[in-house]
């Protein structure tokens, strides 16, 4: 199997390395914080209009008419640079399943949007008190929608299949809640809220296809933010002295950056392998579950090393090591942590 980008995908994956090395410094993110804002709309409108933001999607919807794979690329740069644009929210969760399930009609009017960065897109998949479909209306809640309080639309699962909701529709309230990172989400509370259902599928169907492609991109993202959080680690001690010399001289530091090395390999090399599989139509099940308890498992062990090797430096909020190891443990519990991937993998292996 050969895991190695296309022509095509490796370009996206070299022009959003060159749009987030330029744009989200570590100042820039400092300054974002500084000021509350958790969305970089001014990234995500550069990603955009390079073409980056729709390159999955059909050519003649605003898209390169790029696979999976060049999505995960682009996750994976997310991860690395701790960028706050919704890669995972409005591309992965709302974009794909719409141009996979969606209308011609819901396409054509949705797909254009997300690609030139105009609307912002996320979906409430965390399991609350459930939605209830009661014709052209819905009702319900659900915790933890990541951009919450961001999005203009939202994708909602219900007992009688997945709909769309605009955000300014009646009956709609969203809540902030605080998260590990301290980047919100929102508590979504829907009454007789006017709702489209999405194409004819069924509700199990639509989560079935997009739980793989979301815990994918979890995967990747995490991948991304361990080979940021190694290489930040790697340099702090060649540089760091102790005793008259580099402590990446001493045989216990450099053992603890070997095993997070090889801990990030994992991680990359799985989740690649999961991103690859979904990309070229073949059964990903398995994969995806052994590429999450990597994510969740090596994925924690790699920033831990990390911020230990970092020593008090490593939890300054002025360093930006911090962003990568929250990042890593909120993205670990997102959907499902280590325990049930391992349940996940012995149900596929059972059966």
Request: hydrophobic share 45%.
């Amino acid at each position: 199997m050969d895991f190695d980008f296309s022509e095509e995908e490796q370009a996206i994956y070299d022009l959003t390395a060159q749009i987030l090395g330029d744009k989200v410094t570590h100042e820039h993110l400092r300054e974002l914080a500084a000021a509350d804002v958790h969305l970089d709309r001014s990234t995500w409108l550069t990603l955009a209009d390079s073409g980056v933001v729709g390159a999955a999607f059909p050519e003649a919807h605003g898209g390169s008419g790029l696979g999976f794979l060049a999505v995960s690329a682009v996750c994976e740069l997310v991860g690395r640079h701790a960028a706050t644009v919704p890669m995972l929210e409005t591309v992965v969760m709302v974009g794909l399943p719409i141009a996979e399930f969606g209308t011609a009609d819901q396409q054509a009017d949705v797909l254009p949007r997300i690609a030139s960065g105009a609307l912002i897109a996320t979906a409430a998949l965390v399991a609350g008190d459930g939605f209830v479909r009661s014709g052209d209306t819905v009702s319900g809640s659900a915790p933890c929608v990541p951009m919450g309080l961001d999005a203009d639309l939202f994708l909602v699962p219900t007992d009688d299949g997945v709909v769309l909701v605009d955000a300014d529709a009646s009956g709609l309230t969203r809540t902030a809640q605080r998260t590990t990172t301290d980047h919100p989400q929102a508590l979504l509370t829907l009454v007789a809220t006017p709702c489209t259902r999405l194409g004819t599928a069924g509700t199990d169907e639509v989560l079935t296809w997009l739980s793989l492609r979301v815990d994918s991109a979890i995967c990747s993202t995490l991948a991304g933010a361990c080979k940021a959080a190694t290489a930040l680690a790697a340099d702090y001690a060649k540089v760091r002295h102790q005793f008259d010399r580099p402590i990446a001289t001493f045989q216990a530091v450099s053992q603890r950056a070997g095993d997070a090395y090889i801990d990030t390999e994992g991680v990359n090399l799985t989740a690649r392998q999961a991103a690859w599989r979904i990309a070229d139509g073949r059964p990903a099940e398995r994969e995806v579950a052994i590429a999450r308890w990597w994510a969740s498992e090596a994925g924690f062990r790699v920033v831990h090393a990390a911020t230990h090797l970092h020593g008090g430096v490593g939890v300054d909020r002025d360093y930006p090591l911090h962003r990568f190891y929250l990042m890593a443990r909120q993205l670990e519990l997102t959907l499902g942590n280590s325990e049930e991937q391992l349940v996940t993998l012995g149900d596929l292996i059972a059966g």
